[in-house]
């Protein structure tokens, strides 16, 4: 660039119509004609995507030695054209990304986020709030605080007696409860650590549960061995008198149990565990009861679906994720409880570098395993607010709708649903490979499942629920349709054809 022209793009003054962006050191706050063009060509990106995306393959092969090759032809000696770069990073996303904003994503708790959770995203990025010290973001930590609150009310909780922290997802909200249960039995542990206690703490979950357990064990010190993956009955669910054994036996071999985990909404198969039952043992047991509502905790937004989710006002503490199925970006985790004293005390601590306490308000750091971080509830916030709860009452309604008409057109065209559940996760076999053994019904759904992603019609999974082989769809994305559900079937019917 010669002198003239990178004196004129300092300016914001070039004359053509695509201003000189400038390079180097200039580029991290440009003026005002480059950075409203270079916000132009994001817009329009995201316009494309949203009118293109439905008729894109939901996926697509990875050839990674050309996509590391172009990767690593960056080597940042030099500044490079702004406009040439985002062109190919928007083309790697393109071609190397399973589209979870696809309406034929039937994949993982992914979903396409709401317009306002993006915007949402741009502010937090753009004002960057310090959420550390309540002081530095008062706005910021209050919307949070008032989320967490609203949230909890939807649980079943007193408003005015939740507290909790925003996380970067739900494996951080559940190491949070971990670390919090463990405090709360034991207030040595905080100073002294496991070997200030007289035996060895163990908890339990489903089998079916999300294994972030075992990192979270291996996390606390607790170790991995310490986790008990309970069984499940023939729902899919925790077994609440295997349970009932088990911690016995524990107990007699000198064993601390201190937490029990309900899921509300398995990963697997989105089945919830009996909540009522399990509240009531930890009751008799003095024991903390935690529940993963991860994906499941959405379903309180709506007064048709709450019901599926009684006895978890019950719970000590509750994990919730609004990136599953409040369809807001990623990460946006949240942990909410009542003992607002206990959770101090698990994160306590005073340092003379941060600001002082304001009366009446809680620094976020002190509520949290992190300190400075992202202002994770602005997407949440504006969702909510513009949508309101009625929103996503429908949202999540039409979810669960769209997976009964999915469970009606499989069962129709003969394959088998294979677990239940009220949420829109819908698991299903194919009766071909009844009496098979269990790795060859494996190798036959994941080849079923692999003919359909290959071909970037849909997004499926092969699951193991409880041992047993199948398919697994779920309906997350706010712009699945009933055309999409009707391609899926025949996606999978294609197939089941061509395998067999």
């Not at 088990?246 to 509300?264: C, H, I, K, N, S």
Request: proline share 6%.
């Amino acid at each position: 660039m010669s002198n003239d022209a990178s004196a004129r793009a300092e300016a914001g003054t070039a004359p053509s119509a695509e201003p000189v962006f400038p390079r180097g050191r200039a580029s991290f706050d440009p003026p005002t004609a480059p950075a409203d063009w270079l916000w132009s060509r994001v817009m329009d990106v995201l316009t494309d995507e949203r009118a293109q995306i439905a008729g894109r393959p939901v996926s697509s092969k990875v050839d990674l030695a050309q996509l590391r090759s172009t990767v690593d032809a960056y080597d940042f000696a030099t500044p490079a054209d702004p406009g040439a770069v985002l062109d190919e990073v928007v083309a790697l996303l393109r071609e190397y990304t399973v589209h979870t904003t696809h309406p034929r994503y039937f994949g993982l708790f992914n979903p396409t986020p709401t317009l306002l959770g993006v915007v949402g995203e741009t502010l937090a990025a753009a004002f960057n709030p310090q959420l550390a010290a309540w002081s530095h973001a008062p706005a910021a930590a209050e919307i949070e605080a008032h989320l967490l609150r609203f949230l909890g009310a939807c649980m079943g909780y007193p408003a005015d007696a939740v507290t909790g922290s925003f996380t970067s997802g739900g494996a951080e909200a559940n190491l949070t409860a971990t670390l919090l249960a463990l405090t709360r039995t034991w207030p040595e542990y905080g100073t002294g650590g496991l070997r200030a206690l007289p035996g060895r703490p163990v908890l339990y979950a489903s089998v079916e549960s999300h294994l972030a357990w075992l990192k979270i064990a291996h996390a606390t010190g607790i170790g991995r061995e310490a986790v008990r993956l309970v069984p499940v009955d023939a729902a899919l669910r925790l077994d609440v008198d295997r349970l009932a054994a088990r911690m016995a036996a524990d107990r007699e071999a000198g064993d601390l149990p201190f937490m029990v985990v309900g899921t509300a909404g398995t990963t697997g198969a989105g089945v919830i565990d009996p909540l009522p039952r399990l509240a009531g043992f930890c009751r008799e047991q003095d024991v903390w009861f935690h529940v993963d509502a991860a994906y499941g905790g959405a379903a309180a937004l709506s007064d048709r679906l709450k019901g599926t989710l009684a006895g978890i006002e019950r719970a000590d503490s509750v994990t919730v994720d609004a990136h599953k199925w409040m369809s807001v970006p990623m990460g946006a985790g949240a942990l909410l409880c009542t003992d607002a004293e206990a959770l101090a005390e698990t994160f306590r601590v005073t340092t003379s570098y941060m600001p002082a306490d304001v009366p009446g308000a809680v620094d976020p750091y002190s509520s949290s395993q992190q300190w400075s971080r992202r202002f994770a509830g602005l997407k949440l916030f504006l969702s909510l607010a513009v949508a309101g709860r009625s929103g996503y009452a429908e949202q999540v309604e039409r979810d669960a709708e769209l997976a009964d008409a999915l469970r009606r057109q499989l069962t129709g065209a003969g394959w088998r649903v294979v677990n239940d559940t009220p949420l829109p996760v819908v698991c299903f076999a194919d009766p071909a490979a009844d009496g098979v053994p269990a790795d060859a019904a494996w190798e036959h759904h994941s080849a079923l499942a692999a003919s359909v992603v290959d071909g970037g019609r849909a997004w499926i999974s092969p699951v193991r629920l409880n041992g047993r082989a199948a398919l697994r769809a779920c309906v997350i994305s706010l712009r699945t349709t009933p055309a999409d559900i009707d391609e899926l079937v025949r996606a999978v019917h294609d197939a089941r054809n061509a395998l067999s």
